[in-house]
């Protein structure tokens, strides 16, 4: 507990100071992220016992950030398409890989990196203030469910929500996280002084944000227990890997994306 603690405090910081800073340093950070989550996933698959096609999903990751940055979202597609191809291609020519390292290989492509995509997008906003709310609301939703629904579950939790999936979370930590990550998520937006929805609007979508947040858990724990791993990296002391601490995160990104699409012209 002390270790997971101590991280979540370093974690944070950097975190903050990356916001604060923002440009090109916001920039670097994502892009690590999302090579970091990559290069977890495909370990992950790899305690399988099946092989990946590493270089062109190395390559196809590298290039996302760029591509978007320049090109949009017809270049990002022109990306995926181009990559899935080479996978074929290399299955075709080198007897080594079979078809399971192709459906894999793609599986990777869009858990985590399609994710990524709406973080890249996110950071790629012209508005830096509209890029940092998007990140800041985002962030508060899917920590301040988690940290809810960890505490509440631990103090009168007892009905089981997925014991299949993930044993340990139960219906009563995944309300307590439902209403923390909707009440915080509307406060943060007060702070930041958004008027450009009526005010319960900012808490509807810190309901919406906090409820995708813990299927993105979940979605994780499916995924870990697909491929019989406690976690998918090591890299953060407390907490496992990157992709452990950011599943949450990058499945409501997306929403955030499309609400603020919607309603703030981005």
Same mark, same amino acid.
């Given at each position: 507990?002390?270790?997971?603690?101590?991280?979540?405090?370093?974690?944070?910081?950097?975190?903050?100071?990356?916001?604060?800073?923002?440009?090109?340093?916001?920039?670097?950070?994502?892009?690590?992220?999302?090579?970091?989550?990559?290069?977890?996933?495909?370990?992950?698959?790899?305690?399988?016992?099946?092989?990946?096609?590493?270089?062109?999903?190395?390559?196809?990751?590298?290039?996302?950030?760029?591509?978007?940055? !320049?090109?949009?979202?017809?270049?990002?597609?022109?990306?995926?398409?181009?990559?899935?191809?080479?996978?074929?291609?290399?299955?075709?020519?080198?007897?080594? !890989?079979?078809?399971?390292?192709?459906? !894999?290989?793609?599986?990777?492509?869009?858990?985590?990196?399609?994710?990524?995509?709406?973080?890249?997008?996110?950071?790629?906003?012209? =508005?830096?203030?509209?890029?940092?709310?998007?990140?800041?609301?985002?962030?508060?939703?899917?920590?301040? +469910?988690?940290?809810?629904?960890?505490?509440?579950?631990?103090?009168?939790?007892?009905?089981?929500?997925?014991?299949?999936?993930?044993?340990?979370?139960?219906?009563?930590?995944?309300?307590?996280?439902?209403?923390?990550?909707?009440?915080?998520?509307?406060?943060?937006?007060?702070?930041?002084? =958004?008027?450009?929805?009526?005010?319960?609007?900012?808490?509807?979508?810190?309901?919406?944000?906090?409820?995708?947040?813990?299927?993105?858990?979940?979605?994780?724990?499916?995924?870990?227990?697909?491929?019989?791993?406690?976690?998918?990296?090591?890299?953060?002391?407390?907490?496992?890997?990157?992709?452990?601490?950011?599943? +949450?995160?990058?499945?409501?990104?997306?929403?955030?994306?499309?609400?603020?699409?919607?309603?703030?012209?981005?």
């Amino acid at each position: 507990m002390g270790k997971r603690i101590v991280s979540g405090v370093i974690i944070v910081g950097l975190l903050i100071v990356l916001l604060i800073l923002q440009g090109i340093y916001l920039k670097i950070g994502v892009i690590l992220i999302g090579l970091l989550c990559q290069v977890e996933m495909l370990h992950t698959i790899k305690q399988s016992g099946t092989k990946t096609m590493d270089l062109p999903i190395y390559l196809f990751t590298l290039a996302l950030f760029p591509v978007c940055y !320049y090109f949009g979202d017809s270049g990002i597609l022109y990306v995926y398409t181009t990559t899935l191809m080479i996978l074929f291609m290399m299955r075709t020519l080198c007897g080594k !890989y079979d078809y399971k390292s192709v459906a !894999y290989s793609v599986l990777s492509m869009l858990y985590p990196q399609l994710f990524m995509v709406f973080f890249y997008k996110i950071v790629c906003i012209e =508005q830096t203030k509209i890029s940092l709310i998007m990140i800041v609301l985002s962030i508060v939703a899917a920590s301040s +469910s988690d940290t809810f629904a960890y505490f509440v579950g631990k103090a009168i939790g007892k009905k089981k929500l997925c014991p299949e999936i993930s044993p340990n979370k139960t219906v009563e930590g995944a309300l307590g996280g439902l209403i923390g990550g909707t009440l915080l998520t509307g406060v943060a937006a007060l702070l930041f002084k =958004q008027t450009v929805v009526p005010v319960y609007g900012y808490f509807i979508l810190g309901a919406v944000l906090a409820a995708f947040s813990q299927f993105g858990d979940l979605a994780s724990s499916l995924t870990k227990r697909f491929f019989n791993v406690k976690d998918f990296g090591k890299i953060i002391p407390g907490h496992g890997g990157m992709l452990d601490r950011v599943c +949450s995160i990058i499945f409501v990104l997306p929403v955030t994306f499309l609400f603020f699409k919607w309603f703030y012209g981005i």
